[in-house]
Antibody, heavy 125, light 110 residues
């Protein structure tokens, strides 16, 4: 049974930092690239960051580049998102997700998705 | 602001067919596979279509996807009340080197 569990959300002041974690079980975490996706209140899904299966390459949305860092520990089946210099625009539910992987040719990289239930980050003074 | 454009809303009566479009550009849809997700309030999004045309195991064949050039579409046939949800297209963008989601379409069953 696949489990994807995010943690670390909360309330933080503008300019503050937060570290999100995502613990995964039930699938071969070290075989797949992983994403962070967010949804601000009343808005649509917004892609945040992606890290390749082996952690060799990271990609970021322009809106978070230079402030957020995605990382993974394949020995612990854990994905992380370090968020610095937060602004009110970063207020959202943050999802950890195994979704599409443009760098992977294997069908299993594409034909199944795993999402957590999300963790709420609120940036407010 | 998303580079993938979807209509904000779509609707139909039970049993009807609804089609949702997704417009992009050469750097995203034109050069990469398209994915479609269903998002119900309070739940995690769910994959409906992968690599533009294919349904994951367990997704009913009422859902179908297509792609042509820089646009794609999701069709829902035999519309049901539990199809009421937000639907998003998504892909990779070779220019921005990042993922991108569509603006989202809210489907209402009348």
């Amino acid at each position: 049974q696949v489990q994807v569990v995010e943690s670390g959300g909360g309330v933080v002041h503008p300019g503050g930092s937060l570290r999100l974690s995502c613990e995964v079980s039930g699938f071969k975490f070290n075989s797949y690239g992983m994403h962070w996706v967010r949804q601000a209140p009343g808005k649509g899904l917004d892609w945040v960051a992606f890290i390749r299966y082996d952690g060799s390459k990271e990609f970021y949305a322009d809106s978070v580049k230079g402030r957020f860092t995605i990382s993974r520990d394949n020995s612990k089946n854990t994905l992380s998102l370090q968020m610095n210099n937060l602004t009110t625009e970063d207020t959202a539910i943050y999802y950890c997700a195994k979704i599409f992987d443009t760098f992977c040719a294997s069908t299993s990289c594409h034909d199944r998705d795993y999402w957590g239930q999300g963790t709420l980050v609120t940036v407010s003074s | 602001q998303s580079v993938l454009t979807q209509p904000p809303s779509a609707s139909g009566t039970p049993g009807q067919r609804v089609t949702i479009s997704c417009f992009g550009s050469n750097s995203n849809i034109g050069n990469n596979d398209l994915y479609w997700y269903q998002h119900l309030p309070g739940a995690a999004p769910k994959l409906l279509i992968y690599k533009s045309y294919y349904r994951p195991s367990g997704v009913p064949d009422r859902f179908s996807g297509s792609k042509s050039g820089t646009s794609g579409s999701l069709a829902i046939s035999g519309l049901r009340s539990d199809d009421e949800a937000d639907y998003y297209c998504a892909t990779w963008d070779d220019d921005t080197l990042g993922g991108v989601f569509g603006t989202g379409t809210k489907v209402t069953v009348l």
